[in-house]
């Protein structure tokens, strides 16, 4: 068991699937404006390896892309566990298990360790369909503030 503090910014993506790879540079962004006073990861792994990840904050803030069905790319939606549970958002994550069972198997094993408060990040893409690198327009758009919102978030 660890003792828990500090707060973790946790990014999600594939960095050749395009828009996919939004997680990782926002945080990127995040550790050059925040330098020490926040723990920043980048993941390009999912389900158990972002749950194992949390544990030891008291605070975890996942930012991802989220495919939303009939939301246009670049939709910056704001979550919590409790709403992953209730709804049936679909992070990307192809090759894991998903992210809300991945956060209970965690809890269970080690609910000491888990964070109080765990905060989700969501910008609305399409489906990647084929290897590229760069996001697209109107998810490049949607980067600076979704920074400005989690900066907020870590004020809180």
Not at 53 to 68: R, S
Not at 124 to 147: D, H, N, W
């Amino acid at each position: 068991m660890k003792k828990k503090s500090g707060i973790v910014v946790i990014g999600l993506g594939n960095p050749i699937l395009g828009d996919d790879a939004l997680g990782l540079i926002i945080v990127s962004e995040l550790r050059k404006r925040l330098g020490e006073s926040v723990d920043v990861v980048e993941l390009s792994a999912g389900g158990l390896t972002a749950a194992e990840t949390m544990l030891g904050y008291k605070k975890a803030i996942i930012v991802d892309a989220l495919v939303e069905e009939g939301v246009a790319p670049g939709k910056i939606i704001r979550l919590t566990l409790e709403d992953l549970r209730r709804a049936s958002k679909r992070f990307i994550g192809l090759h894991d298990m998903d992210f809300v069972t991945s956060v209970e198997l965690v809890k269970t094993i080690d609910r000491e360790s888990f964070p109080d408060e765990v905060v989700i990040f969501g910008i609305t893409i399409q489906k990647p369909s084929c290897y590229q690198e760069g996001l697209s327009e109107e998810v490049k758009a949607a980067v600076p503030k979704c920074i400005e919102m989690i900066e907020e978030e870590i004020k809180l």
